[in-house]
């Protein structure tokens, strides 16, 4: 895994400008609000829109909609109609999806830390104020 340059080993700019590409490309594919715990959510198997809808407490039905279709197209996601009556329609993981368990595993890491120092840093100030 790449680190943060320190100032000694600064990027050159092209390779500054390809990273930035890279992680602007990335974004735009799994950035937002509402991607990842769509795809963390399936990871669990197939589920019907309302599971989803759910299961990710605080998201609209339209908004749903709109990410699923996104993650569709970006290859993330599978949609499967079945005949009815009633018509049923699932989602689940496309085999592309998988591309992204490191990135997932260091997301939930880097957050876990991120919240711990948070909440030191948090009860170093209380603790100060006594």
Known sequence: ???IPT???L???ADCK???QAISDALYAIGGKWKLPIIVALLEGRSRFNEL???IEGI???VLAAELKELELNGFVKREVFAGPPVV???QLAPYSRTLSTVLDALSDWGRNHRDKIKKQ???AIGDGN
Request: charged letters at 35%.
């Open 60 to 62: 609209s039905a339209k």
């Open 1 to 3: 895994m790449k680190k």
């Open 7 to 9: 100032k000694q080993a």
């Open 122 to 124: 948090f009860q170093d």
């Open 18 to 20: 390809l990273r930035l």
């Open 53 to 55: 809808q759910r299961t």
């Open 11 to 13: 990027a050159a700019p």
């Open 89 to 91: 329609v699932e989602y």
